[in-house]
């Protein structure tokens, strides 16, 4: 039997446009000879449509586009993912739903098991849980089918599992359709996840995964397939719309290229980021300030890669404090890239705020204040070059920056997508090290002078900061593992850095707020994934 998995990148609510893939996968599988395609979690409608799932008016649409997909793809058995209505009347409206259907009649339903409700996910809000099912048999092979989180009940210790149930029933093939998010540990925890499930249950997983970047979410795609003592005999490509083709009787297929490295993986996700977030949103050019920073240097860089240099603006903004090789470094980068560029200086402007502000001022000592407002400036400029023109405002800020407070609320702040705001600073060096790998595209002076916001004479992050290195580490810790300060202090870090910048964290969730969305590619991002309050009174690095 020859299986197609078929990754592409559904869009929420567009259900005309997901349905012409999804056929047009359909016919490049029927021309390979496939008996059967398989299509990714809820990629009739879009994942994860929140609470559009809440309106009457999208669910029947979405039932609708269903029943248009059943009767219109033929002559190849499919397995799709959708919603259901839950018509018992108990619990949750809505099913997570796959369907199996073939020749405009469906054979098989299946129901999510597992509902997730932690880091992105809220599945629990909308869905009802599906009870226990049977195989399904098609083409000599009984059908194990489930739906993401389903085949997660181990490294996520759930008392139900799935797997089992349709194994003690006689499934001899199991097949997941998936929206699995993006970040830079996933690949490799599915791997090994894939790799226990054949082990455990002596038989072939196939895994198709949904690709694209929808609001703050990445979907990777790298569909892929694994059997007992072969190991994984077919991939997809990560990052795009892709399908491959199998056999799970020879254990055969096609094993397409993904990414190499963590680098490579997170450049690629942005880009896929990007390009989605504004193509969904109606967007075709960017506009973002250089400062001849890191920072700005390699968010510019990887627009430029993902939508051409003719679509990306470059703004200088030179104030008293700029440096001349921040200027040097941001028109290097500028033409290296191609890309237009244009200079408003803001001195005249500056001065213009503290002469107004002056009889007020009076007598106060310059302190944030005055660089507050330097930020503040530009991000008007570059606001208004956006209403001016229609271009997304690309704020550069990065995790750490955001993490620790160290940004300005509309000032660097400001923008309508925040590129690299998942990712560490250190991380932004290691990108800007690939970037440059094949010839130098970011000024080397870039990646070796000290970091500084230049708003004040002679300013450097480390006269405000800890070194990133020791702050990313903490940061690592706090957030994503959510180690205890206690914890932190006995590991080794200092006990006043780790008060510090864990209290810096804490107190700087306004800020994040308030800030614009980006793209998430570490396991746990600021906004879509975590949820802590701005206001409250835990304070543990006060019993330290």
């Keep these: 039997m020859k299986i197609a998995l078929a990754q592409f990148d559904a ?4 259900f005309e446009n997901n349905l012409s893939k999804m056929k047009a996968q359909a016919e490049t599988a029927i021309q390979k000879g496939c008996d059967l395609i398989i299509f990714p979690e809820m990629c009739i409608c879009g994942y994860p449509p929140k609470d559009l799932l809440e309106r009457k008016d999208f669910v029947q649409d979405t039932l609708k586009a269903t029943h248009n997909a059943v009767k219109s793809i033929n002559n190849i058995g499919v397995i ?16 997570n739903t796959a369907i199996f ?4 009649e469906i054979i098989h339903k299946a129901y999510k098991r597992l509902l997730p409700s932690y880091d992105v996910f809220d599945e629990t809000r909308y869905f009802e849980p599906g009870e226990g099912g049977e195989p399904v048999e098609y083409k000599g092979f009984k059908i194990g089918l489930t739906i993401c989180e389903d085949i997660w009940f181990a490294p996520l210790h759930y008392e139900i599992n799935p797997v089992q149930e349709l194994a003690d029933k006689g499934a001899d093939l199991f097949i997941t359709i998936s929206a699995s998010p993006f970040d830079i540990y996933k690949a490799e925890q599915r791997k090994k996840l894939l790799e ?6 002596n038989k072939p997983f196939l895994y198709c995964n949904l690709i694209g970047g929808q609001d703050c979410i990445l979907f990777d795609g790298r569909s892929e397939a694994f059997a007992p003592e072969k190991g994984l005999f077919a991939q997809a490509s990560d990052f795009k719309e892709d399908i491959i083709i199998l056999d799970p009787v020879t254990l055969s297929g096609e094993i397409h290229p993904v990414t190499q490295n963590s680098e490579e993986a997170v450049i690629e996700a942005l880009k896929l980021g990007l390009t989605d977030y504004m193509k969904k949103c109606g967007f075709s050019k960017v506009v973002l300030g250089l ?9 510019c860089t990887i627009a430029v890669e993902a939508l051409g240099p003719e679509n990306v603006l470059g703004v200088l903004m030179p104030s008293p404090y700029t440096s001349a090789h921040s200027i040097e470094d941001a028109e290097a980068l500028a033409a290296n890239l191609g890309i237009e560029t244009v200079t408003l200086p803001i001195t005249e402007i500056f001065s213009a705020y503290i002469e107004t502000l002056s009889p007020v001022f009076e007598g106060k000592k310059m302190d944030v204040t005055e660089e507050n407002i330097q930020a503040r400036i530009r991000g008007n400029l570059l606001m208004a070059l956006s209403n001016k023109l229609g271009h997304l405002v690309l704020s550069t800020g990065n995790k750490t920056e955001l ?15 925040a590129l690299i705001s998942d990712v560490p600073k250190t ?6 090290t690939f970037l440059n790998s094949a010839k130098e595209v970011i000024p080397a002076r870039v990646l070796t002078k000290p970091p500084s916001a230049e708003l004040r004479p002679d300013q450097k992050d480390q006269d405000d900061l800890p070194p990133y290195e020791i702050i990313d580490a903490i940061l690592e810790h706090y957030l994503e593992h959510n180690t205890p300060i206690q914890e932190l202090a006995a590991m080794g870090y200092d006990i006043e850095i780790v008060k510090r910048i864990t209290s810096m964290v804490d107190r700087s969730e306004y800020k994040r707020r308030q800030a614009p969305l980006g793209p998430k590619v570490t396991s746990r991002a600021f906004g ?7 206001s409250h009174r835990y304070r543990p690095w006060n019993e330290l």
């Design 80 to 95: 799709a993912g959708t919603i259901d209505e839950n018509p018992s009347g108990r619990g949750k409206p809505l099913f």
């Design 291 to 299: 400062s001849g920073g890191i920072d700005s240097s390699v968010t």
């Design 403 to 417: 993490a620790v407070g160290y940004c300005t609320l509309y000032g660097d702040l400001s923008g309508g997508y």
């Design 528 to 534: 879509c994934g975590r949820r802590y309050p701005i």
């Design 427 to 432: 991380m932004v060096y290691k990108l800007a």
């Design 101 to 104: 259907f073939e020749n405009g």
């Design 11 to 14: 869009v929420i609510g567009d």
């Design 196 to 201: 226990d499930l054949i082990s455990t249950y």
